[in-house]
């Protein structure tokens, strides 16, 4: 091969030019060479046309530029058949969204004189501002023109439940209408069921529809999923899914695939979250049990969808089905997509039912512990803070126990165990020997947490009813120190509902608008207080912002007549009781020491023992005034007999503590004293 160097050098020389700056002929030459810049023999020039700077560019007047596009736009719209109605509603509307306005149900019958000319309504409802308008009429109108107005609008359901600002409209109409304009809404959209509940914005609206709409109408709703022999014409006498081939089986494989159809729809746009497509989707499953193959591939289609089914009763029961149906592979897939989600999902009203299920069907305990427990450790005492949550505690402490759930709930529980190979006994005794000592170190770390309501304890009693061994030592002495406290309070009632969260219950709608109203008033009362500080003069304003204080030290100057804003409402903090005095830890304490007496453990180790050994002087004066206080003291000796000896040295110790026991004429401090043979 040859290099690069020497073939440089074979290379013939290039000729010189003869062009200089200062020779003349290069410069003719220059001047006859062909002008490439210009357009010649057809050819194209990519620099033709371009403008040619010459000097300084001319400033843009941006004031007149903008002005020019004001009108512009101003004389594209005036071109609309709407704009000059549209407009005069505006002026009015400007005035109703006034909190001062008085009397508003006049000007939305001005506006509505205005509006119902033609087929304005319909032409506006769509638009981003003249939307407002018509929310704003059917929120301040009387009972008899709201009718009107929803009248006017209900032919065009279907197109504004699709509209992005539409759809707000008929939000106004289901929150303020009357129950028969509801009700006339929900047959309106019949027809266009499956298409809306595959839509994005009306998918939230038709669940609303669903959840509030009649039995019928939620039959006839569901109807539509089955295929379109039902989207025209309505069967009253069929109620489910299997109703449709009740008497036709041969139907049976069509009307499925129609079903499978829709819920794929439905499904392949992530808009499962739904009550209605839940339904369907529980009939459905039903329906195809009898037939392995197609619910093998149903139950794989809807692996992925499992956390978007356990917002409602219906879509849990759905998602069990999947997942005892599943193989071993779905299986781990369902677990994987709820894995991210499962605080949220052990503190469901539904999901949580949906947890347990598959804690009670899985074999594999070692993975049960590592994917499920050991996510939900960190968040404990969230978990046992939630009425729902304490509920999969408890599963995974005391499965099947009917102490703490009720036997229709334990044998629906309890039909998962087909699915699966090992035997109850074995598979529950081996998830619970792994979260045995997790869960006592999470009550040592803090066990004034776990006895701090009646509903927590409950949970905590359940616990020391199963873990044994050092375990069991561990946790009973750190609450034995909480217990003993002088001082040990606790929340009265922890799942009482707050005034804020409790439902309201049925209330007019005008009484609603009535109630907010007054509110308004007081709130304008404020403004105009506020008002009045405007007209500080000029000397007052340039005044500095600090003043002298007596000690010589410079504060900020304090604002003068500033209306004070209303106070926001705060939730009413939870009453501290305590502990020994609440009736429910009462009862908790009483079920820990009689699991205690029960309990094979070393000698001091007890939790009768460990109560005796921290209580001081001023706990046993706190316990012995108080007749449950009493009682519990009475439990302990009773339980354990040999502790009897040293709870009397205890209290005739110091003669204060005997001296109160006997001056107490309640029934616990007689028992007590009699029991531990005090006498006055």
């Known amino acids: 091969m040859v290099s690069s160097k020497e073939a440089d050098k074979t290379r013939p020389p290039r000729p010189k030019s003869n062009l200089k700056p200062g020779n003349k002929k290069s410069n003719d030459k220059l001047k006859s060479a062909p002008n490439f810049a210009k357009k010649s023999d057809g050819g194209h020039n990519k620099f033709a046309g371009k403008p040619v700077c010459s000097g300084e560019p001319e400033k843009q007047d941006w004031n007149k530029f903008k002005q020019e596009k004001k009108e512009l736009k101003l004389k594209r719209k005036s071109t609309r058949d709407t704009y000059e109605i549209t407009k005069e509603a505006k002026q009015i509307y400007e005035k109703l969204r006034c909190r001062k306005t008085e009397n508003k149900d006049q000007l939305v019958e001005q506006m509505f004189k205005i509006l119902n000319v033609g087929d304005t309504i319909s032409k506006i409802v769509k638009a981003h501002d003249t939307a407002r308008v ?79 709409g009649t039995r019928e109408q939620r039959t006839h709703m569901r109807q539509e999923f089955y295929g379109d022999l039902y989207r025209k014409a309505k069967d009253s006498s069929v109620k489910t899914l299997s109703d449709t081939y009740k008497e036709a089986t041969n139907m049976k494989a069509s009307i499925l695939g129609s079903v499978k159809a829709n819920l794929d729809h439905v499904a392949n746009k992530n808009l499962v979250d739904s009550s209605l497509v839940h339904c369907v989707m529980l009939e459905y499953l039903r329906a195809c049990e009898d037939e392995e193959e197609k619910l093998e591939e149903t139950v794989t289609a809807f692996a992925a969808l499992v956390p978007h089914m356990l917002s409602t009763k219906e879509g849990s029961e759905a998602a069990v089905i999947c997942f005892y149906k599943s193989t071993p592979k779905n299986r781990r897939a369902i677990i994987k997509n709820i894995k991210e989600h499962l605080l ?27 994917a499920i427990y050991d996510h939900l450790h960190g968040d404990l005492k969230q978990l046992v803070g939630n009425q729902y949550g304490r509920r999969v505690v408890q599963w995974l402490v005391a499965p099947g126990d009917t102490t703490c759930f009720h036997p229709t709930f334990i044998r629906v529980i309890e039909e998962g165990l087909a699915f699966g190979k090992k035997e109850k006994e074995t598979r529950r005794k081996e998830i619970f020997e792994q979260i045995e000592a997790p869960i006592a170190e999470a009550i040592v770390e803090d066990a004034a947490f776990w006895l701090s309501n009646s509903h927590i304890g409950l949970v905590t009693a359940d616990i020391l009813n199963h873990i044994q061994g050092v375990s069991y030592q561990k946790a009973v ?15 009265a009632d922890a799942d009482g509902a707050q005034p804020s969260q409790q439902k309201k219950g049925h209330q007019d709608v005008e009484d609603i608008i009535a109630e907010a109203t007054k509110q308004r008033k007081k709130l304008t009362k404020i403004e105009e207080s506020s008002d009045d500080d405007d007209d500080q003069s000029e000397q007052e304003k340039d005044k500095p912002d600090t003043e002298e204080a007596e000690n010589g030290t410079v504060k900020p100057k304090r604002a003068k007549k500033e209306p004070k804003p209303k106070p926001a409402k705060e939730e009413p903090a939870k009453p501290l009781v305590k502990g020994i005095e609440e009736a429910g830890m009462h009862i908790v304490l009483k079920k820990i020491l009689k699991n205690d007496g029960k309990q094979q453990v070393e000698e001091g180790q007890s939790f009768g ?60 401090a007689k028992l007590l004293a009699g029991k531990l043979n005090i006498g006055k």
């Not at 509209?163 to 289901?174: D, E, H, I, P, T």
């Not at 002495?477 to 929340?491: H, N, S, Y």
């Open 134 to 212: 018509l929310q704003c009429m059917l929120k301040h109108a009387t009972p008899a023109l709201r009718v009107e107005i929803s009248d006017k609008l209900l032919p065009f359901a279907v197109e504004m439940c699709q509209s992005k600002y539409a759809q707000f409209c008929v939000q106004r109409m289901l929150k303020y209408g009357a129950p028969a304009t509801k009700s006339k809404l929900v047959d309106s959209l019949f027809g266009h069921i499956v298409r809306l509940a595959g839509h994005s914005i009306a998918s939230g609206l038709l669940d609303i529809m669903y959840q509030g």
């Open 344 to 370: 949220k999902i052990a503190t469901h009203e539904h999901g949580h039912v949906f947890l347990i299920s598959l804690l009670n069907a899985l074999d594999d305990t070692k993975a049960t512990k590592k």
């Open 477 to 491: 002495e750190a609450l034995a120190q909480v217990v003993v406290q002088p001082d040990w309070r606790i929340t």
């Open 609 to 668: 023992e460990q109560i005796l050994k921290h209580l001081t002087s001023d706990g046993l004066k706190a316990w012995l005034s108080v007749n449950r206080g009493c009682f519990v003291l009475l439990k302990l000796v009773e339980e354990r007999p040999q502790l009897l000896e040293t709870c009397r040295t205890a209290i005739q110790a110091e003669p204060e503590v005997s001296q109160l026991l006997r001056s107490q004429k309640n029934l616990g």
